[in-house]
């Protein structure tokens, strides 16, 4: 009797806009994995002259779905931002499935990213402290002997979440505005630096100097003392970073930091004990990070 085929069923969101140099790189992975469900969600144009590359993206996405699938398209006629089109589009997403990845079109990921991703959507589909899959990893060279690590902070380039998890996302920061008021936040954020980092962050979303949905989710995991499964090893490449990105742009410190080759990830998968926060390596990630932020305003203030 033949082997059953092997199907990749979990749903995948992907996120385009006017790039369609990344998209006929980044969309070549998902047409290797061949998934049963992909959802397109496209951003507006913000010129007429602009109209010509996000009507080129998308006509050439559905001409290269080249497999049998289910195919629904979120293409925008208006230009939203990214904060508003990329959070939407996850918002409508979950409207028809239960859990997914989400890439969007600089995420070059690793093939063995797929996998990871199915086999943790299962595995923890019902833990709820655990709320997202992080592919990315920019703390290289881990020497653990387990596959993957739960972290406190969350990583937007190249993930997967259920529902349930997206259901707890605060685009307008209602929650960490509420607990710092009632000064509370110090239960969740210990650390006074952190503390700063974040006020600033929010500071920024609320006056609209930061378009990105992502620091709303990253928060969200913060203040539900939410899990995100980070890999050994990093399975995603960002190869967005140029002047004309929106938040990669080129410059020497992200360049260092953040832009980081993909590696493959082992199979079969070697689990940790606990489901508990990792604090070692997310103490090690809050100061690398640290580290990038200091860099780049310094490299401001010479500039």
């Known amino acids: 009797m033949a ?10 969101l992907y996120l385009a806009f006017n790039r369609l140099d990344l998209v006929k790189r980044t969309f070549a992975q998902i047409q290797k994995v061949k998934p049963t469900k992909v959802f397109i969600a496209c951003d507006g144009p ?26 629904k398209t979120l293409f925008r006629k208006k230009n939203l931002g990214c904060r508003l089109a990329s959070n939407g589009a996850i918002d409508w997403f979950f409207k028809s499935v239960k859990e997914g990845i989400v890439l969007e079109d600089d995420d070059l990921a690793n093939e063995s990213f797929f996998k990871f991703c199915e086999e943790m959507l299962e595995k923890y589909r019902n833990e709820k402290k655990v709320m ?18 739960f972290s406190k902070y969350f990583e937007c380039w190249g993930f997967a979440l259920w529902k349930r998890s997206w259901e707890r996302q605060d685009l307008y920061v209602k929650k960490y505005l509420k607990l710092k008021e009632s000064g ?47 890999p050994r090893v990093n399975l995603i490449k960002n190869i967005g970073f140029s002047a004309n990105s929106t938040h990669t742009k080129e ?19 070697i689990h940790p004990k606990k489901v508990e926060l990792n604090k070692k390596f997310s103490f090690m990630w809050f100061l690398k990070d640290l580290t990038r932020v200091f860099l780049k305003k310094i490299l401001l203030i010479k500039k």
């Open 184 to 230: 509370e936040l110090k239960k969740y954020i210990s650390n006074p630096i952190e503390r700063i980092l974040w006020n600033k962050r929010v500071k920024n979303i609320l006056n609209g100097k930061v378009s990105s949905w992502s620091y709303c989710f990253y928060l969200s995991h913060i203040l539900n003392n939410g899990l995100c499964i980070t």
């Open 3 to 12: 082997n059953k085929k092997y199907e990749f069923t979990t749903p995948i």
């Open 251 to 269: 410059n020497i410190v992200d360049g260092k930091f953040l832009d980081l080759p993909s590696e493959s990830l082992s199979f079969p998968l």
């Open 132 to 149: 997202s899959i992080s592919g990315y990893n920019f703390i290289r060279n881990l020497r653990i002997k387990e596959s993957y690590y």
């Open 46 to 71: 913000r010129t007429e002259k602009e109209k010509g590359e996000t009507d080129g993206v998308r006509k050439w996405i559905l001409e290269n779905i080249n497999w049998e699938c289910e195919v």
